[in-house]
């Protein structure tokens, strides 16, 4: 008996310890899922009950189909994705979309590549740009960015669609294209290639959000527990990035064997600097805001999206962090 009741304190006192619940995540892969890898290496998901897979997806097309397919609770993906399926405006139409933004991960972590023969934008008349798909969200700010530069599309470059950064990297690499926007560390490795660095995509539209963590809102409304508890770990893991660079880059190294030392400090700076990581991985209300203007500029077909809240629930972030 005198076991019995111990075990039962102990199990109070360390659930986690004896029942996890399991999620499948999926998204895009890189550097931007440190804070998953340091929740998952640290024993932050394992210490809220949770026990959290990650799988990578080819495309935005193929993550939100499984997703809606149940296959995956969470995911990870660009706010503007979530919006285009909202709206009617993404590559293909979904039956029941319901998929939501709660937490966020970046302010946009991307960068401006292009071939070493394209020194500017005058030089990108004529050429192909690689893109995961033509109405993908980074596809937009790249339009946009262009756009800015006097650049039209299909007047002055055509549209390659290819898939996540790997994808669009070896598309250039393979001369099938000759500009793109590529993420932390694939930036790293096309500098190597000589290609030119043209800058941080979304420094020229200021405020953006970038990527966000996503669920269905049917499966939300019966697992709020473990909305919390993944809402807690992830924050939790946004704190040891910006308060442990040592960790932070030994879990990043762990992930991303090609990084040498001086490389995956570069990459943590980036991570940690201006468009990286949000602090307490919060949604920036502003940064969605602008994310709807570009959207509302080059979305099709053509629809004025101004309000933010239609996507996001930040019920489950405000719970969670009044808990903490």
């Known amino acids: ?21 399991k999620l499948d995540m999926v998204g895009f892969g890189g ?18 009950g949770l026990e959290v897979s990650f799988a990578r997806t080819p495309s935005s ?17 660009a706010f ?49 740009v690689a893109v995961d798909s ?8 790249l339009y946009r960015i262009l756009d800015q530069k006097g650049l039209v599309r299909e007047r002055d470059y055509k549209v390659l669609a290819v898939g996540g950064t790997g994808e669009r990297l070896d598309a250039m690499r393979q001369n099938r294209a000759a500009v793109s926007l590529i993420s932390p ?6 500098q190597r290639l000589g290609f030119n660095m043209m800058g941080d995509a979304t420094a020229s539209l200021g405020a953006y959000q970038g990527s966000v963590y996503n669920v269905r809102r049917g499966w939300a409304k019966d697992h709020e527990r473990e909305i919390l508890a993944f809402v807690r770990a992830i924050v939790a893991a946004h704190d040891v990035i910006f308060n442990d660079r040592e960790t932070a880059i030994a879990v990043l190294r762990s992930r991303l064997k090609e990084l040498g030392p001086e490389d995956a400090a570069a990459v943590y700076a980036k991570m940690t600097g201006p468009g990286g990581f949000e602090r307490k991985a919060r949604i920036s209300i502003d940064g969605l805001k602008v994310v709807l203007s570009v959207r509302s500029a080059y979305g099709e077909p053509k629809k004025a999206l101004a309000d933010p809240y239609k996507y996001v629930d930040l019920s489950y972030y ?6 903490r």
């Open 1 to 21: 008996m005198l076991r019995f009741f111990a075990a039962v304190l102990l199990l109070a006192a360390f659930p986690s310890a004896f029942a996890q619940t």
């Open 31 to 48: 550097a931007s899922n440190l804070p998953v890898w340091v929740a998952q290496e640290r024993g932050l998901f394992a210490k809220e």
């Open 61 to 77: 097309g193929a993550l939100f189909k499984n997703m809606m397919s149940g296959k995956y609770q969470i995911a990870s993906a």
């Open 80 to 128: 503007d994705n979530v919006v285009a399926y909202v709206e009617g405006q993404a590559e293909m139409t979904i039956d029941g979309f319901d998929i939501v933004s709660v937490l966020g991960v970046h302010s946009g972590l991307v960068s401006l590549v292009t071939r070493p023969e394209i020194k500017g934008f005058p030089d990108m008349k004529g050429t192909t």
């Open 134 to 141: 033509p109405a993908s969200g980074y596809a937009l700010v």
């Open 185 to 190: 560390p694939q930036d790293l490795e096309a």
């Open 318 to 323: 405000e719970k969670a962090m009044r808990a």
